[in-house]
């Protein structure tokens, strides 16, 4: 019932589905349905609330459990929100294993545990998947699903349809892979944004200006691929124009970085002036963080209906 999980159980509720929410502690479960409740209201009152139902309605959609088996009887999805530890997901997985029925999806919100390491030897290992959110999961749609070698593809699709339906952006991975897309691809730009900052090219600031005032103002739109297609006649011509210049600096990047010692000092330095790193300072920083995405997905929403 922590972050993840309790923007897990908001979606969900959202898209008009009874969830419970399980935890080992109750305090753990009450503080988390205030959470919501509050968050809920809030964005009930600014017009931000997703689905058809009210804050009142959705909420009234939501219990807690404290016993595991109670918490699973009857369902048709559960999603797995423990913390980035290999061994915990697996004793939770081993216990599930042992009380679900042949029908119910297993999914995890793990964000780069491959479902080989997570599933392999379970007896219900077809119905597992890992549906990877992107933090935080209601103001970001997207959801990466990926299937473990053994995974029937009914469950890809199940999980799949299920995850349109409650108004996220599923995409499918034909077969898993270290860190899954999303982070790979949010590797690669930190790794050159770390190299470039730590040669001197560029202060830290003014590199993630470059990001959010530039990349990123078409990336919120348009993918690279699409990006390509369109700043040329198609791929192909753009291939045929760029090809050799893009090889060219390509073959400049440097190795990937340490993430240490004076780059660290440099970086951290410049992000604390800007932010200091102070609880609560920081937690405003992600309220205005979520409340811009809150604006661009409304944006978003509007001009695909447009």
């Given at each position: 019932?922590?972050?993840?999980?309790?923007?897990?159980?908001m979606?969900?509720?959202a898209?008009?589905f009874?969830?419970?929410?399980?935890?080992?502690?109750?305090?753990?479960?009450?503080?988390?349905?205030?959470?919501?409740?509050?968050?809920?209201?809030?964005?009930?009152?600014?017009?931000?609330?997703?689905?058809?139902?009210?804050?009142?309605?959705q909420?009234?959609?939501?219990?807690?459990?404290t016993?595991?088996?109670?918490?699973?009887?009857?369902?048709?999805?559960?999603?797995?929100?423990?913390?980035?530890?290999l061994?915990?997901?697996?004793?939770?997985?081993g216990?599930?294993?042992?009380?679900?029925?042949?029908?119910?999806?297993?999914?995890?919100?793990t964000?780069?545990?491959?479902?080989?390491?997570?599933?392999?030897?379970?007896?219900?290992?077809?119905?597992c998947?890992v549906?990877?959110?992107?933090?935080?999961?209601?103001?970001?749609?997207?959801?990466?699903?990926v299937p473990?070698?053994?995974?029937?593809?009914?469950?890809?699709?199940?999980?799949?349809?299920?995850?349109k339906?409650i108004?996220?952006?599923?995409?499918?991975?034909?077969?898993?892979?270290?860190?899954?897309?999303?982070?790979?691809?949010?590797?690669?730009?930190?790794?050159?944004?770390?190299?470039?900052?730590?040669e001197?090219?560029?202060?830290?600031?003014?590199?993630?200006?470059?990001?959010?005032?530039?990349?990123?103002?078409?990336?919120?739109?348009i993918?690279?691929?699409?990006?390509?297609?369109?700043?040329?006649?198609?791929?192909?011509?753009?291939?045929e124009?760029?090809?050799?210049?893009?090889?060219?600096v390509l073959?400049?990047?440097?190795?990937?970085?340490?993430?240490?010692?004076?780059?660290?000092?440099?970086?951290?330095?410049?992000?604390?002036e800007?932010?200091?790193?102070?609880?609560?300072?920081?937690?405003?920083?992600?309220?205005?963080?979520?409340?811009?995405?809150?604006?661009?997905?409304?944006?978003k929403?509007?001009m695909?209906s447009d």
């Open positions: 019932s922590g972050l993840i999980g309790r923007s897990w159980a979606v969900f509720a898209g008009g009874r969830v419970k929410l399980y935890d080992i502690a109750q305090e753990q479960l009450t503080t988390a349905l205030e959470n919501i409740c509050k968050q809920m209201k809030e964005m009930e009152k600014s017009g931000v609330l997703k689905g058809a139902l009210s804050a009142e309605q909420l009234a959609l939501i219990s807690v459990c016993d595991l088996k109670a918490a699973v009887e009857g369902a048709t999805f559960i999603q797995e929100c423990t913390p980035e530890n061994e915990l997901k697996k004793k939770i997985f216990q599930l294993d042992l009380i679900v029925g042949d029908s119910v999806i297993l999914s995890s919100s964000s780069c545990l491959l479902p080989s390491k997570l599933f392999t030897g379970l007896k219900h290992v077809k119905q998947i549906s990877h959110p992107v933090n935080p999961p209601y103001f970001v749609p997207l959801v990466e699903i473990h070698p053994e995974t029937d593809p009914s469950t890809t699709q199940r999980t799949y349809a299920l995850m339906k108004g996220q952006s599923p995409v499918k991975l034909n077969r898993e892979i270290e860190g899954f897309v999303l982070n790979r691809l949010q590797y690669a730009v930190i790794s050159e944004a770390w190299r470039l900052v730590g001197g090219v560029i202060s830290p600031t003014d590199l993630d200006l470059v990001m959010s005032d530039g990349l990123g103002m078409r990336y919120a739109f993918g690279p691929l699409e990006t390509m297609h369109l700043n040329a006649e198609g791929v192909s011509s753009y291939c124009r760029y090809a050799e210049g893009m090889k060219l073959n400049t990047f440097g190795p990937v970085p340490e993430f240490s010692g004076e780059t660290v000092q440099k970086v951290n330095q410049a992000l604390s800007k932010i200091p790193v102070v609880p609560k300072v920081l937690d405003a920083r992600r309220k205005w963080r979520d409340e811009c995405l809150t604006g661009l997905a409304k944006l929403t509007q695909k």
